[in-house]
């Protein structure tokens, strides 16, 4: 791979193993192959609870169902992106007990706000997270909820949506677009943190 697209790559789809942790997050989103990969993780005793966050895009006029066709068996109509996911982790296995919900947040840095106000209303001392996202959307997700949670260390199991992959997003116009977006948000919605940050 060519030394540039391979630091894109690299910076853009992060990826760990697994390990035991206090919580799995699933950030807003109509993928519900996200869930899928949570559910498999909480099945398997990675965390004791699953936080899905998201009312529905700030660009859109509500949900608007499922973007990968994954749809619990039943219902399709669902107010927000939260309820949605909950009602797949429940299908999926899922304790209803483990479920924790936000349905407020309608971009990135509102999941982590939101979910973090969640968390911290119910006491929950967060040590170590898994991030359940979109793989091309892993650097952003992780670099929004570490502003939140800085004392907590991350783990991102993501999963590959819309045929994104750090394999192929680089022989696609359209993929290329995707993922240089994501680098460029990584920018632009960082400005006035950074200068917060570092006065």
């Known amino acids: 791979m060519n030394p540039m697209l391979k630091d ?7 990826e760990n193993e697994p390990e035991k942790s206090d919580i799995i997050f699933i950030p807003g989103s109509g993928y ?4 899928l990969t949570a ?3 909480w099945k398997r005793g990675f965390a004791p609870y699953i936080l899905p966050s998201g009312r529905f895009s700030i660009l859109e006029k509500g949900f608007s169902g499922s973007a990968d066709g994954i749809l619990p068996k039943n219902g399709t109509g669902f107010p927000t992106e939260c309820a949605y996911h909950r009602e797949l982790l429940i299908e999926n296995g899922v304790s209803e007990s483990a479920i924790l919900t936000e349905d407020k947040a309608a971009y990135t840095y509102e999941n982590a706000i939101y979910s973090k106000q969640v968390t911290d209303a119910l006491g929950l001392k967060i040590k170590k997270a898994i991030i359940c996202c979109q793989a091309f959307h892993a650097r952003r997700c992780r670099l929004y909820y570490e502003l939140l949670y800085p004392e907590t260390q991350f783990l991102i199991c993501p999963t590959v949506t819309q045929d994104i992959s750090r394999n192929n997003w680089y022989l696609d116009d359209g993929k290329i677009d995707r993922v240089l977006g994501e680098i460029e948000r990584c920018g632009s919605q960082f400005h006035d943190i950074v200068k917060e940050l570092h006065p």
Request: glycine share 8%; aromatic share 14%; no cysteine.
């Open 8 to 14: 894109m790559t690299d910076f853009i789809f992060l």
């Open 32 to 35: 519900g192959a996200l869930s």
């Open 39 to 41: 559910s498999d993780l």
